[in-house]
């Protein structure tokens, strides 16, 4: 017999910034790297002979839970990879329900029915995850193995040994991010002990316990942020009244708003690259901007953001995380390192915002109306 252990990657980009990351190589999040913790202390009286992963980073980084403390390489396998999620690959998932509802429903409902431009098609993601799992399973026969891949990859496995069709895959409720399924091979015949069995998260690390969605049959769900570019000739009012807006919550005052200075800075910046200044809707709602300035600090590898913003009523629901989620795009794709951004040190509720992903203050700069933190986050 030969045991494999599949995991999930720990909590990544895509999950945090819900962006749609298939082949797309995020990174592990602040609460990943928290959950990883929790999964080596599930494996770590647990006898393992070898550890697989896909070749993305997510994986990977997650792999090392169970290589803590053990004189074990990692083996990486790219076909224990993601889906191939096509023309939707790092896109919003609030752009994608929108913009074509019935693709998303099919993707999350009876993706054999799912075809976008490049995408993987369901058929082949079920044979080549059976078809590794086999492949390993008879290479460590009479061993224990674990396995690190990706969420619809593991969904879709499991739909194949419980026989499952795509049209009742909403039968298999996703599973939390490092969430643990158990597979036995006897005999080359696979046997399914559990799956999505995230017991060893404690609820303020688990991805999960903060989200509803993954609960029911997916429904056309505006949950999550659209985000398209923004036309400041066009927007020009609302430009200013929400960058009005931000100022005061940051200072309390308007003094010391220079609407031309903002308002010519975005012009050029827009004009620059349409993707440095977009608007934000929660379904048909306007929701907020956000704004980059891809020439600022370009010199240190630098990305800097000009402004986030978002509607008061939206604020402290997880919204403006998705925001921040577009700069790390842009910037990525530019080769930057490291976001930068100024927060009044008045600003608590958007200090604690910036802190909790990941930023820190490298400097102090004096401000119109209070002292301004340097703020950078590594990406």
């Not at 224990?80 to 609030?94: F, I, Q, R, S, T």
């Not at 989620?325 to 009044?344: F, P, T």
Request: proline letters at 3%; aromatic letters at 10%; charged letters at 25%.
């Amino acid at each position: 017999m030969t045991k494999i252990y599949l995991i999930r990657h720990a909590e990544a980009e895509g999950n945090l910034y819900r962006r749609i990351q298939g082949h797309y190589d995020g990174d592990i999040t602040i609460k990943g790297y928290k959950q990883i913790d929790f999964l080596a202390e599930r494996f770590r009286d647990i006898d393992i002979d070898a550890v697989y992963a896909s070749d993305l980073t997510r994986t990977q980084k997650t792999a090392g839970a169970v290589l803590r403390n053990r004189e074990l390489i990692l083996n990486v396998d790219s076909r224990l990879k993601e889906v191939d999620m096509g023309a939707w690959e790092d896109k919003p998932w609030g752009n994608v329900a929108y913009d074509e509802p019935e693709q998303m429903l099919s993707f999350a409902n009876d993706p054999q029915n799912w075809t976008v431009d490049g995408c993987e098609r369901f058929d082949d993601l079920k044979n080549r995850m059976f078809g590794v799992l086999t492949e390993l399973a008879q290479k460590h026969e009479g061993q224990t193995i674990a396995c690190v891949s990706h969420g619809m990859a593991i969904r879709s496995l499991i739909s194949v040994l419980k026989g499952i069709p795509s049209d009742r895959i909403s039968e298999i409720p996703h599973g939390d991010n490092t969430c643990v399924a158990v597979i036995n091979f006897i005999n080359g015949v696979p046997e399914l002990e559990y799956y999505n069995d995230n017991s060893h998260l404690p609820k303020q690390v688990s991805t999960f316990a903060g989200q509803e969605w993954w609960k029911k049959k997916v429904e056309i769900d505006y949950s999550n942020l659209r985000i398209i570019p923004m036309s400041i000739y066009e927007d020009e009012g609302l430009y200013v009244a929400s960058y009005r807006d931000a100022w005061e919550s940051a200072h309390g005052t308007q003094n010391g708003y220079n609407e031309f200075s903002y308002l010519s800075a975005a012009k050029r910046a827009a004009d620059e690259n349409p993707l440095s200044l977009m608007k934000a809707f929660y379904g048909d709602d306007y929701a907020g901007i956000i704004e980059l300035d891809p020439e600022r600090m370009a010199g240190e590898g630098a990305g800097w953001i000009s402004l986030c913003y978002l509607v008061n009523e939206l604020r402290g629901q997880s919204m403006g995380v998705q925001l921040v989620g577009h700069a790390v795009s842009v910037y990525r794709k530019l080769g930057r390192k490291v976001l930068r951004l100024h927060v009044s040190q008045d600003n608590a509720r958007a200090l604690a915002f910036y802190e909790k992903l990941g930023f820190r203050c490298i400097a102090t700069e004096s401000g119109s109306i209070s002292p301004l933190n340097l703020m950078e986050k590594s990406i």
